[in-house]
Every structure is written in structure tokens, then in C-alpha cells.
């Protein structure tokens, strides 16, 4: 057994990065300005995006996206409860009623046939969550997005450098949002960004990402902007650092490596894993996609091997391996349970899944060893256990 510990996931940082942030600190200009500018530009040309507004979390491009559509009472958006909280809070929090959707169980997905029974005349919008890094099937939802006049805000949390068909996600549909907190595949520590083409919302995001201030604070003292500034909106304060910037220059050009990495590590737990009946391993979807693996998320047959999830991973936890799980339900949540309450049987894949997900490590410097470690550990484990 070793005495490392095996976390589910960690940043990789390097040297590079290290020095850029020291160098802004010496600067004299930590917060945004022109390491913000420079990290946004690198965004547009990877992801291929008009725009990429960078903001404090994922979080908060997802409060101001949606206020920025003006939801009334009674507007629904649908999304999947299979997702982190703070989609459904998000939503709450702009005025309007989660719907949540069942999954697919073997790609963790929502379905579009699920998606389209949810819609109702309060329908305003979908947000589809790419799960792990997959991305759900975008064709045909954006099909019936555009039939029922609906937005669409693609929660790319996982997703960063993950393609559907011919195309990274990102540079083509509504409006997507990245989250860059350190478990996720790039970081700034923590940090988000929207990529959009609606010129109009973008002005109204970045107007409420900041006071609802007419002008970034860096223009106004800048020598050349302008002293003054007027305010239209009563705005909140998203704006990404230059400090955490400086981080994420020197993430964006070595994404592809780091998915990459991660994708070598999640095909390996596959060929390993295949057959193993104390677990189901996440599948691809019969459409063309390059999935970003976030996350690796197997389903515990907690009947086949007699124990539940939190018991599986504090046996993990004394061979000093990590885990996860992303996610319990939200419906699950008493805050849920009572305001938006779900029919018994209406989530039944969600259900089923949020009580068996388990996260295994997968991050870029784990290695080969590492992995056959975590392996090795479940077989002990589930052979002690049967
Ligand atoms: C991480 C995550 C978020 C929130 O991202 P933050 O940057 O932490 O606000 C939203 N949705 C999903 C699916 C996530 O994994």
C-alpha cells in the first residue's frame, strides 16, 4: 500500500505560470486589466468565439446570463438535475422554476425526447450540461430550441476543448459557460467565461458583470480612457482577476496536451475495467463527439457487491485514494425536495445514478502507476467484499 495519496484531481501548474503571477504581483496592476485582456483574446481563438467574458466563476456567468434574459414568474428552464447545484441555484436565483430532466444512464446525458416532452408555454430556456466533458447531442437540440423559440445556455463546466462533430464547443450555437476552478480542466484558481454571438446579451452580461458600469475600471484610470463613468443597471462585481489570468495564460496552450493526457488515462480505466461486473462504465453516444474527460464516472453495482458508495470510497480512502461524486441528484436536496419537488419515478435514471456515481482519479500528471494503484485497490476491495 503507498503512502502517497492519490487525490481525484489536481491542478497542473507550472514554473511558467508561477512566474507570470509574481511578475503581475510586482506589477502594480493585480486586478483586471491587461492580463484579463490578453487571456480573453487566447479564449476567442481557441474556442473560436466573438467574445469570451471572463468572470469570477462559472457561477456567476450563469446568474448573469440568465437575468439577462428578464425571466417573468412562472418561466421554466429545463435542465438536468444530474448536474452541480449551482445550474438549478443559478436559476432560482434569476427569477425562474428549475424543470429538471432525466438522463441517459450510460452517457450521463439528457435525452432530446425528454428534453422536448419538458416544454411547456413557460418554457424560456435549455441548459443542456455536457457531462464529464460529452457533449449532449446539439443538432437536434438546437433544432427544437429554434422550433419553440427557446434559449439555449450550454453548461461547459466539463467541456473545455471537447468537440461535437467538426466543431469545439464553444464556437457555434447560443451561449456556453467554462468553469476554470482548479478540478476542472484548465483553472485560474477559480474562474469562468462565457462565450457568446448575441451581441446584444454579451453588452448586458459585461454591463452587470461590474456595477453596471458603462466602462471597465482599467479604462477609466488608464491614461487614454476616459475619468468618468455612468451607471445604467445595478450591476454586481464578477470581474476576473489578473492574478488568476496570469494563471490561465499558461493553461490555454497546453490544453490540448492536458486533455489529452486525461483522455490516454479514461480510454486505459476502460480497456482495464471492461467487464468488471461490480461496475458500468460511462459509454459514447452513437453521434460523432470528442469527448473532453473531466471527470471518470463508473456506476457502482452496490447490489453485486454489497456495500453503498460511501463505504466503497472509505475503503479507497485507507488505500490513500481519492474519489468523487458529481453528482448527488438536486432534486435529492431538502431545499429542492420542498420548493421544486419532483414526482416519485419521474428521474428514475437520475435517481438510479446519483446513489452509484462514484469519480475515480484523472488528472494530466497521474500516471500509468497510479492508475493501475487505483485498479488494483477496487479489485482488493470488491474481491474482499463478494
Ligand atoms: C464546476 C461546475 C459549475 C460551477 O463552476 P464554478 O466555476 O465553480 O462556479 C457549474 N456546472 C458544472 C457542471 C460544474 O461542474
Redesign the pocket.
Known sequence: MSDNFLPFSKPTISEEAIAEVTECLRSGWITTGPRVEKLSTLLREYLNSPHAILLT???AGMHLTLLALNLQPEDEVITASM??I??PNMIVQAGGKPVFVDINRQTLNMEIADIEKAITPNTRAIIP?HFAGLPMDLDPLYALAKKHGLRVIE?A??AIGAYYKEKIIGSFGDIQIF???PN?NMTTG???CITIRDEELATQIRLMAFHGMDRAAWNRYAKTGKQDYEIIAPGFKYNMMDIQAAIGLHQVPHLKEFNEKRRRLAERYVEQLQGWPELELPKMPPYQALHAWHIFTPLLNIEKIGMDRAHFMSLLKEHNIGSGVHYKAAHLYPYYQNNYPVAPGKLINTEYVSERIVSLPLFPTMTFEDQDRVIGAMRTIFNSAT
Open positions: 466563476s462559472a457561477t448536474t452541480f449551482s445550474t450540461v453548461d463546466a466539463h468553469s476554470f476552478h476542472k477559480e474562474g469562468g
